[in-house]
């Protein structure tokens, strides 16, 4: 089963970037689509970005503009770039693989979280 582990959550002030990585166990990435999911204190989780398969990409309108997707599969790594960070941005980070890639075959992963915490 693939694990996943990310890593580069911290502290920083606002406006400022950071660049969350999420390394998998395994070769994924280039059959699995990926997100990244975030959970604020006290509310619910939310999908924050995903990169298909196919390289497609989707945003959510909050981080549009301000957060990349990119990955890197010779690394089996995916990267979050968060630059211009809001304190709306607290929260902890969640790097996911989708149940199933397009073949039908399980992917289907979760990684730890990592903190991230943006001061005013």
């Known amino acids: 089963q693939v694990q996943l582990v990310e890593s580069g959550g911290g502290s920083v002030q606002a406006g400022g970037s950071l660049k969350l990585s999420c390394a998998a166990s395994?070769?994924?990435?280039?059959?699995?689509?990926m997100e990244w999911y975030r959970q604020a204190p006290g509310k619910e989780r939310e999908l924050v970005l995903s990169?298909?398969?196919?390289?497609?990409?989707s945003y959510a309108d909050s981080v549009k503009g301000r957060f990349t997707i990119s990955q890197d599969n010779a690394k089996n790594t995916l990267y979050l770039q968060m630059n211009s960070l809001k304190t709306e941005d607290t929260a902890v980070y969640y790097c996911?693989?989708?149940?199933?890639?397009?073949?039908?075959?399980?992917?289907?992963?979760w990684g730890q979280g990592t903190l991230v915490t943006v001061s005013s």
């Open positions: 990169i298909s398969s196919d390289g497609t990409t």
């Open positions: 996911a693989a989708d149940p199933y890639n397009p073949y039908g075959s399980p992917c289907g992963a």
């Open positions: 395994g070769s994924i990435f280039s059959s699995c689509g």
